[in-house]
């Protein structure tokens, strides 16, 4: 294949995952428009959000592997296909839980394309060094299309309903798939591995259960539902792990894990998204709802983090060729946790030259990290389970992003609840001069009680907003010091495990 056809197929390649990538956030800048049109609740607004990158996350190794078996191009046909689909149901939903749903097709149709991209990218790109460069490409693309989601958000929704980011989906599908039909080659695994379906549904059952644990915990608390998801999470995930080690042909190896650098280097890309998601889960409401900002403007407001993300995601392969891959990732990471302190430091007059400037160094960040981490993953991978390998990765950058949102966001909407009822205590018998439905919708969430507050008078209203936006930086200033602490504890993991230069595995 000649070098401009490689880099014409990763074109096209990074379009197609431009495109899943950015539904990963698209909705964020949406929830306080959502929550007031659907009438959603706090838990329905993060599955809303988590139940695209859930069934993202459960689907991806039985999507990579009929990718192995069946071939990559195709899977790729596929799921721009289940893509389109669920956009078009996405944008008729008239319910927070018919929106979750056809978020989930979503989710499965984005499961098809991103492990396709990364598995035909490592096929066309056989030496190491173009390799590597071709991944941080490939990263930059996926962390962009995260970091710009809230943008691209933001400019729908100041000229359109909401319903309009997941109309602008369709054209592009379609568009892509032609392009992948023409320029894309086929490649699959010439062994034709037979489908492992007992591993893909325990792993689909026990990712799936496991968030859902998380997600409802803080609103149902130690309960039959979460009982019982925990404990079909539990054992599902570990009768995967045995069934995985017994099986003729497992999904997913469990000899890769001994291997240092593939387990090391998931759990970085883990730890990256994690961060990521988690920060892009409550980054626009602050924007939005404490600081004032319009959807767009707060879109914006994020653009130099994408835009440190960018350039930092094609330079890494070539700090890392001078410098060591462990010495960048550890200094990636590095940043991020920094970048996530600035974060838990905000409040509602903080400048936004300082949050521009927090954007800006958390995206260097990330962008030195991922393009490392995932190139850890695939080069510890034969050739030929490209699929699986790259599977794995997409696996865990989905579920990194799922319980970033999961977690954060409970840990948020514990301190927030307990901080309003505080305050609602404090003032005592002065509350009755608020509404009751008022004082309901502030112990929800902050975006309820910015909707209640436009019916409450003035006088009322300013001081309501700012008891409750004052409970939302307070949630939000402890989530983001969680998330510094789990990203501080991915550089210790770097420096402790990660290999100074990577090697690719042998065939």
Not at 54 to 77: E, H, N, P, T
Not at 247 to 262: D, K, Q, S
Not at 329 to 356: E, Q, R
Request: hydrophobic share 55%.
């Amino acid at each position: 294949m000649r070098s401009v056809n490689r880099w014409t197929v990763l074109a096209v390649l990074s379009g197609a995952l431009a495109l899943i990538s950015l539904d990963n956030t698209i909705v964020n800048v949406a929830l306080p428009r959502l929550q007031q049109d659907l009438q959603a609740s706090t838990a329905q607004l993060q599955w809303v959000v988590d139940a695209y990158s859930v069934l993202f996350a459960g689907s991806l190794l039985i999507a990579g592997s009929l990718g192995d078996r069946f071939g990559r191009k195709r899977m790729l046909v596929i799921g721009l296909l289940i893509f389109t689909a669920g956009s078009l149901s996405a944008a008729m939903a008239v319910s927070a839980s018919q929106l979750t749903v056809c978020r989930a097709v979503m989710g499965i149709g984005g499961a098809c394309i991103m492990p396709s991209t990364l598995s035909v990218l490592v096929q066309v790109f056989p030496d190491r060094t173009e390799r590597a460069r071709a991944i941080g490409i490939w990263a930059a693309v996926a962390g962009l299309g995260v970091a710009i989601g809230p943008i691209v958000g933001g400019v729908l929704l100041e000229h359109f309903d909401w319903q309009a980011i997941f109309l602008v989906n369709p054209p592009i599908a379609l568009a892509l798939l032609a392009a992948v039909v023409v320029l894309v080659p086929e490649s699959r695994d010439p062994e034709k591995p037979r489908l492992d379906l007992i591993g893909a549904a325990l792993s689909a059952l026990g990712l799936i259960t496991l968030v859902v644990t998380i997600i409802e915990l803080p609103d149902a608390g130690i309960g039959v539902l979460t009982v019982s998801t925990g404990a079909v999470a539990i054992v599902s995930l570990l009768t995967f792990v045995w069934w995985e080690r017994r099986a003729p042909r497992p999904m997913l190896p469990m000899e890769f894990f001994v291997n240092r650098l593939f387990s090391t280097a998931i759990v970085i890309v883990g730890v990256v998204y994690f961060a990521l998601m988690g920060a892009m889960f409550f980054l626009p409401q602050f924007l939005q709802l404490v600081q004032g900002m319009s959807p767009l403007e707060s879109g914006i407001a994020m653009l130099p983090g994408a835009l440190g993300l960018l350039l930092a995601s094609v330079v890494s392969p070539r700090l890392a060729e001078r410098l060591g891959a462990r010495r960048v990732v550890m200094t990636g990471l590095s940043i991020v946790t920094m970048g996530l302190l600035g974060f838990s430091a905000l409040n509602s007059t903080t400048p936004y030259a300082f949050i521009a400037c927090v954007f800006g160094f958390m995206g260097i960040g990330l962008g030195l990290t991922l393009p490392q981490a995932t190139n850890g993953v695939l080069s510890a991978v034969p050739t030929q389970r490209s699929g699986m390998g790259s599977a794995v990765n997409d696996s865990v950058a989905e579920l990194g992003g799922s319980f970033g949102v999961a977690i954060l966001g409970a840990t948020m909407s514990i301190t927030y609840r307990q901080h309003i009822e505080a305050e609602i205590t404090a003032v005592g018998d002065r509350i009755n001069l608020v509404p009751s439905f008022a004082v309901d919708a502030a112990r929800e969430s902050l975006a309820a009680a910015s909707i209640a507050a436009g019916s409450i008078p003035s006088n009322i209203a300013t001081i309501y907003s700012e008891v409750a936006g004052d409970a939302f930086v307070s949630g939000m200033t402890w989530a983001m010091t969680i998330g510094a602490v789990i990203a501080a504890c991915g550089v210790l993991i770097a420096w402790r495990y990660f290999p100074a230069r990577v090697q690719i595995a042998e065939e």
